[in-house]
């Protein structure tokens, strides 16, 4: 097991079948690379941290839905779209 930054651990396949409970308690702290003949192949992430990224990710997709949204709105001719109060009245 390698620490390559302050919070990532670098681990090989071996190392993971025979030290799996310590290797979690790693991912807890920060990721861990997998690596298989000194390739990276995955990497091991506390739920918590997963779950983070998952609601980045989230959050970004829908600022770039809004924004393209919005440019489709602004160049739409009159008529092209309901407003919201519109559509909810019909």
Known sequence: MITVKEDTTLVGVSELREGIDK??????????????????QAVLLSSEEYERM???LETAEDLVLGYLANERYKGASPGDYLDIETL???
């Open 23 to 40: 290797i979690l308690k790693k991912a807890g702290k920060g990721p861990v690379i997998i690596e298989k003949r000194h390739k990276p």
């Open 54 to 56: 998952q609601e980045a």
């Open 88 to 90: 909810l009245k019909e």
